[in-house]
């Protein structure tokens, strides 16, 4: 069973199927690439992310943009009517950051009071299933470039979502970037076929050289569904050994990894694989690391959601 430690969820998501497109939950969209969605074709809302929460000591959480298919700010504004008290604390919203009036749409953006970071998901692989975006040169292009310095301008977090082979290239961005604070979502996408694994070892390493890049441990299915402590022990370990707890952080990633790995064994199976680690970096693991990246004011004697 978890801990009663408190925590932060670093990465949850929360949906009203009729007030975005949501053109990847729509009735007839094709599968993803952890399979068959179509449990996740309704209503997410903050009572069911609370529901889902309750007794495992979450105090805050983080909303990372569900690709509505809308314009980003109106997602987080939405966000901000339906939240209660720090469920969620901040949020994360979407914007292309090559769009030429990018500025203006982050002036919007912080108009919001839980606004704290930009996610885009940069994954380029040759198998279409990975490909995300439009172009497999996204980091070396100019308005991207130019994007990303709006957001160090802003203070604002950058989440990505990559695949093994554009670790490296991740790394030398973020090197050249390094006044902007990096979040890579979901391990890195740790995919297990011989070449993905050594690309993703190897990326890994040079990410983690970047005292600008952390990482979320989520998303694990890529390695296994049930995020069984045997199956994933060896990625989770090297990621923290690389980082270093200060930089890594648990995140549930609900509700789609619901349909996969329940919250509560996601937290059983990580505090065993990590119960070598003291109280202060199991803590900053599961609460810390999210609070001071996300600028999450953390009362630790708050109530939990029940």
Known sequence: MPSLRTRIDAHHHLWQLGRFPYPWLAPDAPPRPFGDQSELKRDYLVADYRRDMAGLGVI???????????????????????ATEAIPAVSVGQVDLRRPD??????RFEETPRMRGIRMSLCWDPRPEWQFIDSPDILSCDAFK????????????FDVLVVPGQLGQLAAFAAANPDQQFIINHLGTPLQESRDRAEWTAGMRQCAR????AIKLSGLWVIDRKWRPDRIRESVRLAV???????????SNYPVEKIMCPVREQIANLEALLDDLGEDEMSAVFRDTAARLYRIPVDVSAAPVR
């Open 241 to 251: 050994d690389l980082f270093g707890t200060d930089r890594c952080m648990w995140a």
């Open 146 to 157: 130019s994007g990303v310095r709006e957001l160090t301008r802003r203070n604002l977090v």
């Open 210 to 213: 970047c005292p600008n890049l």
């Open 60 to 82: 805050a959480s983080v909303f990372v943009e569900a690709n509505a298919g809308a314009c980003g700010v109106c997602e987080v504004e939405w966000v901000d009517t339906v």
């Open 102 to 107: 990018v500025a203006a749409m982050l002036d």
